[in-house]
């Protein structure tokens, strides 16, 4: 008989310690239920149901969650396919004509004609003061000073 409650101790050591471990961040909760025990996550709201299994904790998603784990990856690989059939459709666009960004020449030339015109105009500009410089008189120097 102390046999067999040694081994009912030793057996619920090895259950309580890896589930207390579980709940021991805080994140988790978890209720001892029928064959086993029903753990949720505080964060996600995730419903897991556990058993023990060679001296291990067993953890399964409950149906909804697991119906919704399987939508939201649905989800994921169509947006995965949806950015592949954009890659390949992108790689596979011819590529546009680079002279096309290009002004045609008639706007050239009426762009350089307003360039040149700026220039000239500038010059003389540049001209009429280096004459004024030449022809304004030396400033009379003051008295030195040590």
Sequence with gaps: ????????????????????????????????????????????????????????????????????????????????????KSRDSAESAPLTEPHDDFPSEQEMEKTLGFMEKFFRRFMDIVKDLEGETENRKPAVPGPEKT
Excluded: W
């Design 1 to 84: 008989m102390c046999r067999h409650i040694a081994t009912i101790v030793l057996a619920a050591g090895l259950i309580s310690g890896p589930v207390a471990a579980m709940a021991q961040n805080g994140r988790y909760t978890i209720e001892k239920s029928g064959q086993g025990y029903v753990r949720m996550d505080t964060a996600t709201g995730e419903i897991s149901f556990c058993r023990t299994q060679d001296d291990q904790i067993v953890c399964k998603l409950s149906a909804d969650d697991r119906a919704a784990f399987q939508e939201h990856i649905g989800e994921l690989e169509a947006r995965i396919e949806a950015l592949e």
